[in-house]
Protein backbone atom coordinates (compact mmCIF):
# COMPACT_ATOMS: atom_id res chain seq x y z
CA UNK A 1 0.00 0.00 0.00
CA UNK A 2 1.46 3.36 -0.89
CA UNK A 3 -0.02 6.27 0.89
CA UNK A 4 0.56 9.95 0.03
CA UNK A 5 0.39 13.10 2.73
CA UNK A 6 0.66 16.62 1.57
CA UNK A 7 -1.04 19.97 2.73
CA UNK A 8 0.58 23.25 3.46
CA UNK A 9 3.90 23.63 5.12
CA UNK A 10 3.50 23.44 8.99
CA UNK A 11 0.13 20.96 8.44
CA UNK A 12 2.03 17.85 10.06
CA UNK A 13 2.67 15.89 6.84
CA UNK A 14 6.30 14.68 8.44
CA UNK A 15 5.16 14.06 11.80
CA UNK A 16 1.87 12.51 10.87
CA UNK A 17 3.79 10.62 8.60
CA UNK A 18 6.59 9.23 11.00
CA UNK A 19 3.53 8.15 13.68
CA UNK A 20 1.33 6.50 11.03
CA UNK A 21 4.14 4.64 8.96
CA UNK A 22 5.00 3.07 12.34
CA UNK A 23 1.98 2.75 13.42
CA UNK A 24 1.08 0.18 10.37
CA UNK A 25 4.80 -0.94 10.16
CA UNK A 26 5.49 1.00 7.22
CA UNK A 27 8.38 2.46 5.42
CA UNK A 28 8.63 6.22 5.85
CA UNK A 29 10.12 8.45 3.38
CA UNK A 30 9.90 12.18 3.05
CA UNK A 31 10.14 13.26 0.10
CA UNK A 32 12.98 16.55 0.45
CA UNK A 33 14.90 14.40 2.65
CA UNK A 34 14.70 11.67 0.04
CA UNK A 35 15.91 14.63 -2.95
CA UNK A 36 18.70 15.66 -0.65
CA UNK A 37 19.79 12.19 -0.11
CA UNK A 38 19.95 11.69 -3.84
CA UNK A 39 21.58 15.01 -4.78
CA UNK A 40 23.79 14.77 -1.61
CA UNK A 41 23.06 18.63 -1.01
CA UNK A 42 20.07 20.65 0.49
CA UNK A 43 16.83 21.34 -0.92
CA UNK A 44 17.28 24.82 -0.12
CA UNK A 45 20.95 24.60 -1.90
CA UNK A 46 19.33 22.99 -4.72
CA UNK A 47 16.94 26.02 -4.95
CA UNK A 48 19.41 28.91 -4.77
CA UNK A 49 22.09 27.20 -7.20
CA UNK A 50 19.90 25.78 -9.99
CA UNK A 51 16.34 27.41 -9.26
CA UNK A 52 13.04 26.38 -8.77
CA UNK A 53 12.34 25.19 -12.34
CA UNK A 54 15.37 22.51 -11.83
CA UNK A 55 13.70 21.72 -8.77
CA UNK A 56 10.65 21.26 -9.34
CA UNK A 57 11.71 18.79 -12.44
CA UNK A 58 14.13 17.23 -9.85
CA UNK A 59 11.17 16.93 -7.57
CA UNK A 60 9.32 15.27 -9.97
CA UNK A 61 11.69 12.97 -11.12
CA UNK A 62 11.97 11.50 -7.52
CA UNK A 63 8.46 11.49 -6.66
CA UNK A 64 8.10 9.19 -9.91
CA UNK A 65 10.75 7.03 -8.33
CA UNK A 66 9.52 6.71 -4.72
CA UNK A 67 6.20 5.50 -6.30
CA UNK A 68 7.21 3.07 -8.87
CA UNK A 69 10.33 1.58 -6.01
CA UNK A 70 8.57 1.26 -2.90
CA UNK A 71 5.60 -1.26 -2.58
CA UNK A 72 4.81 -0.40 1.31
CA UNK A 73 5.38 2.97 2.37
CA UNK A 74 3.67 6.25 4.02
CA UNK A 75 4.78 9.16 1.76
CA UNK A 76 5.56 12.76 2.69
CA UNK A 77 5.67 15.41 0.37
CA UNK A 78 6.71 18.98 0.48
CA UNK A 79 3.70 21.76 0.27
CA UNK A 80 4.03 22.40 -3.37
CA UNK A 81 4.86 19.06 -4.54
CA UNK A 82 1.36 18.52 -5.89
CA UNK A 83 0.74 21.81 -7.87
CA UNK A 84 3.74 21.15 -10.32
CA UNK A 85 4.99 19.18 -13.23
CA UNK A 86 1.71 16.90 -13.37
CA UNK A 87 2.43 15.78 -10.04
CA UNK A 88 -1.27 15.47 -8.42
CA UNK A 89 -1.49 13.01 -11.46
CA UNK A 90 1.14 10.63 -10.51
CA UNK A 91 0.35 11.06 -7.08
CA UNK A 92 -3.42 10.02 -8.20
CA UNK A 93 -2.61 7.38 -10.65
CA UNK A 94 0.58 5.56 -8.22
CA UNK A 95 -0.81 5.78 -4.85
CA UNK A 96 -3.44 3.54 -2.92
CA UNK A 97 -4.19 6.45 -0.70
CA UNK A 98 -3.98 10.21 -1.16
CA UNK A 99 -4.68 12.23 1.64
CA UNK A 100 -4.66 16.06 2.52
CA UNK A 101 -4.19 17.12 5.61
CA UNK A 102 -6.00 20.42 6.19
CA UNK A 103 -5.75 23.36 8.43
CA UNK A 104 -7.01 26.36 8.57
CA UNK A 105 -5.03 29.72 8.01
CA UNK A 106 -5.21 30.89 11.53
CA UNK A 107 -4.07 27.19 12.70
CA UNK A 108 -1.49 27.61 9.95
CA UNK A 109 0.08 30.79 10.99
CA UNK A 110 0.58 29.95 14.44
CA UNK A 111 2.62 26.91 13.55
CA UNK A 112 4.29 29.01 11.24
CA UNK A 113 5.53 31.83 13.74
CA UNK A 114 6.81 28.78 15.60
CA UNK A 115 8.65 27.57 12.76
CA UNK A 116 10.02 30.74 11.12
CA UNK A 117 13.56 29.92 10.97
CA UNK A 118 13.18 26.54 9.71
CA UNK A 119 10.98 27.86 6.70
CA UNK A 120 13.01 29.95 3.85
CA UNK A 121 9.98 30.67 2.72
CA UNK A 122 8.58 32.58 5.29
CA UNK A 123 11.61 33.30 7.49
CA UNK A 124 11.70 37.29 6.30
CA UNK A 125 7.72 37.45 6.53
CA UNK A 126 6.24 39.63 9.54
CA UNK A 127 4.04 37.70 11.66
CA UNK A 128 1.22 40.31 10.90
CA UNK A 129 1.72 39.60 7.38
CA UNK A 130 1.82 36.01 7.50
CA UNK A 131 -2.05 35.14 7.21
CA UNK A 132 -2.59 37.31 3.58
CA UNK A 133 0.78 34.83 2.72
CA UNK A 134 -0.57 31.79 3.07
CA UNK A 135 -4.30 32.80 2.48
CA UNK A 136 -3.02 33.49 -1.22
CA UNK A 137 -0.46 30.26 -1.14
CA UNK A 138 -3.19 28.16 0.05
CA UNK A 139 -6.22 29.63 -2.46
CA UNK A 140 -3.58 28.36 -5.01
CA UNK A 141 -2.58 25.26 -3.80
CA UNK A 142 -6.18 24.41 -2.30
CA UNK A 143 -6.83 22.98 -6.09
CA UNK A 144 -4.43 20.43 -5.84
CA UNK A 145 -4.96 19.49 -2.55
CA UNK A 146 -8.65 18.99 -2.71
CA UNK A 147 -8.04 16.11 -5.54
CA UNK A 148 -6.98 13.85 -3.13
CA UNK A 149 -8.71 10.60 -1.93
CA UNK A 150 -8.93 12.03 1.10
CA UNK A 151 -9.67 15.39 2.96
CA UNK A 152 -8.11 15.08 6.84
CA UNK A 153 -9.77 18.11 8.76
CA UNK A 154 -6.97 18.68 11.60
CA UNK A 155 -7.74 21.92 13.51
CA UNK A 156 -7.79 21.80 17.09
CA UNK A 157 -6.30 17.39 16.50
CA UNK A 158 -3.21 16.19 17.92
CA UNK A 159 -1.06 13.63 16.10
CA UNK A 160 -2.67 10.93 17.68
CA UNK A 161 -5.89 11.99 16.95
CA UNK A 162 -5.28 12.46 12.98
CA UNK A 163 -3.11 9.33 12.59
CA UNK A 164 -6.32 7.64 13.92
CA UNK A 165 -8.57 9.04 11.44
CA UNK A 166 -6.26 8.35 9.43
CA UNK A 167 -6.39 4.82 9.54
CA UNK A 168 -9.99 4.49 9.79
CA UNK A 169 -9.62 5.76 6.04
CA UNK A 170 -7.56 2.84 5.48
Known amino acids: MRIVLMGYMASGKSSVGRLLARDLQMEFVDLDDYIEEEQQKSV ?20 SKVLDGKENMVLS ?19 DHSIYLQLSIP ?47 CDGK ?3 EVVAEIKGLL
Open 107 to 153: ALVERLKKEKEQRPLVRNIEDTDLPEFVGKHLFERRTYYAQAKHIVE
Open 44 to 63: KSIFSEQGEIFFRKLEHKML
Open 158 to 160: NLD
Open 77 to 95: TGGGTPCYSGNMDTILEKS
